[in-house]
């Protein structure tokens, strides 16, 4: 197996660097082309139990496309790629996945500026840990589109007013899954105290609807926010709520929601980020109301000035509050790589990532290793 898999990468290799990769500028705008190509090794492609699981070697060819375009008044930045991956054994699992970010800001005045994101990811599995994070076990695809707008307005030097809307759809092509649609609309007030202290009020509606109409949930959120800077380096973001969710089985729910970050620049080579939050919500995939808890850390250092070491952990505690079974889910994981960078244009980059599921439903325990190794060509 081995040897197959080092003569496919070999050959994969050298198609590869025979592309013609390019980069230019155009009218301010910065336009690059990326390709890479990687191979990697995975001990459970199907996430399901040690019994039945599989392993194989996957050959991932990625072809992508950055813009970069600057104003003083305005940013756009795009990011996107497809990526087409071949299985060693398992050649019916092959598949093609797609991947975009969009970002732009405009200020319209000297007080007033808006911004819009919009994210769309379609994979196989899962490409972090909170997509991981409650997952109904097996292999499947997803569709993930994420859009949101928002809009600033200054009244004062230490008074903000921000006006937001959100819209996400989720498609899975699991028959016993549920597509949703989401449409959030919000406000934000804040109120800068001082130069290290700002303190925010949110109020948010949410309408959260499933494949039956009659499968809708409400979600009406009151919040206060605060944010605390300790040293220029180090600052703190809060949020303490409440979500009232009107849930589709004629049930309403009275939750607490509380959100956490400490993120510390420690020094102009490194960075550490802890997150923990709480809070109740229907799923994504199904309209259980459900109570999740999760804890994770980033860390992320330059080692040497062509080296970067990263690491993050998480670990997620889910139950059931709106069936009578009070189903629970739990995931840990990690995940490190080491970058670096053998010229100007050419990256390489090692990965491993470990990441164990239990629930009280069987069919969801697995345990999964992946080991990552690619070359990436950016101009």
């Known amino acids: 197996m081995w040897k197959k898999s080092f003569y496919i990468t070999f050959f994969s290799i050298f198609i590869f660097l025979s592309m013609n990769i390019y980069a230019f500028r155009y009218s301010g705008t910065d336009i690059k082309v990326i390709g890479s190509i990687s191979e990697m090794y995975i001990d459970n ?38 990526n087409q991956q071949i299985f060693l054994d398992n050649h019916s699992f092959n598949n093609n996945s797609q991947y975009f970010n969009l970002f732009y800001k ?17 994979y196989i599995e899962p490409r972090s840990f909170e997509y991981e994070f409650g997952r109904t076990g097996g292999r499947y695809s997803y569709y993930h589109n994420k859009l949101n707008f928002n809009c600033t307005q200054d009244l004062s030097k230490e008074l903000t007013i921000n006006v937001h809307y959100a819209n996400h759809l989720n498609n899975v092509s699991r028959k016993n899954l549920s597509d949703s649609y989401l449409n959030s609309i919000g406000i934000k007030t804040s109120y800068l105290f001082s130069s290290t202290s700002i303190l925010s009020l949110l109020y948010d509606f949410t309408h959260k609807k499933y494949n039956n109409p009659d499968n809708t949930n409400y979600i009406y959120h009151p ?22 969710i009107k849930s589709s089985n004629d049930k309403n729910y009275t939750k607490p929601v509380f959100l956490t970050a400490l993120t510390d620049t420690i020094d102009n080579r490194s960075t550490l980020k802890l997150l923990f939050s709480i809070r109740n919500h229907p799923q994504s995939h199904s309209q259980n109301i459900t109570k999740e808890w999760k804890i994770s850390c980033f860390f992320i250092m330059k080692l040497l000035k062509k080296m ?15 069936t009578e079974s009070k189903k629970t889910y739990n995931l840990n ?32 325990n697995y345990i999964r290793n992946k080991i990552f190794l690619g070359l990436t060509i950016v101009l």
């Open 308 to 322: 970067t070491y990263s690491f993050s952990s998480f670990y997620g505690h889910g139950k059931y509050i709106s």
């Open 333 to 364: 994981g990690l995940h490190t790589s080491l970058n670096y960078e053998f010229w100007n244009n050419i990256k390489g980059i090692l990965e491993y990532t470990y990441s164990i599921s239990k629930s009280s439903d069987n069919s969801n």
């Open 45 to 82: 492609i199907t996430y399901t139990s040690q019994k039945q699981k599989k392993d194989d070697f996957i050959t991932n060819f990625i072809l992508g496309l950055s813009l970069k375009h600057e104003k003083k008044t305005e940013i756009l930045d795009f990011s996107g790629n497809i």
């Open 223 to 244: 919040a206060l926010c605060y944010q605390q800077y300790f040293t220029k380096q180090l600052y703190s973001t809060s949020t303490l709520g409440l979500d009232f």
């Open 106 to 122: 405009r200020e319209l005045s000297k007080y007033i500026r808006f911004q819009l994101k919009n994210f769309f990811i379609h």
